[in-house]
């Protein structure tokens, strides 16, 4: 299981790891199959109209006037809803300021603990908090949900498996991965380091940037043969 370090060599031990299971000819061709919700050429250009507004929002400082407006189409992207958990009604201050501080980008220790700060509100988890973080900057950052996870499981330093598995709901007879307890402190710092990885190996397979190989992993993490 991951635990924050600011360690280059625990970094390259994992992305050698990766490496050594996908090849980049694999990644890619997953990341050209991308889809969701939709064909491959319709999922991209939906993703990118939305990351484009949110991330325009983020660089003019995430108003919180707007807030509920730009947090409810990730949402309503990313899961199918219509509104936000409603735990972020009351506190739209605390996400317009993770939002600033993770678009500065410069603070990581205030990155985690203001990430850690939103976990702990009902309905925000991961996958839902790192879609509004990606869509700040997909060329810094990428979103981490079960099926992301789900393909890193095999990933391990000292026979420890370095990414926690985010849940994801039952369809049918397929059992999916269990999820890995974390704490919300815990997870903000799994994410950061996630980002770090992403980045690197977006890098080492001349990827351009993060989320394109977290879209490569999204459709990895969908084959059960990948878990493992």
Known sequence: ?????????????????FCSKYS??????AIDGFEWRDTTEASLAKRREISEQYRQWAREGAAIDTAEVMATEVYKWGFGKNNCPNSLKSNWSLFCRVNQCWNEGSDRKQMVELLSELLCLKGIGIATASKWICFIDGDRYAIYDSRVSAALMSIKVNNKRVFP????????????PAPTFRTP????????????FASVVAKRYDLGIP?????GLFMLGNIDYNWV
């Not at 299981?1 to 790891?17: G, K, R, T, W």
């Not at 402190?185 to 994410?191: F, P």
């Not at 989320?211 to 879209?215: D, F, K, L, S, T």
């Open 1 to 17: 299981m991951m635990q924050y370090v600011d360690d280059d060599e625990f970094l390259e031990i994992a992305v050698s790891q």
């Open 24 to 29: 980049q000819a694999e990644l890619q061709d």
């Open 165 to 176: 598995t985010v849940g994801r709901r039952q369809f049918g007879a397929k059992k999916y």
């Open 185 to 196: 402190a815990q997870m903000a710092s799994d994410y950061l380091f996630f980002t770090d």
């Open 211 to 215: 989320a394109r190989v977290e879209m």
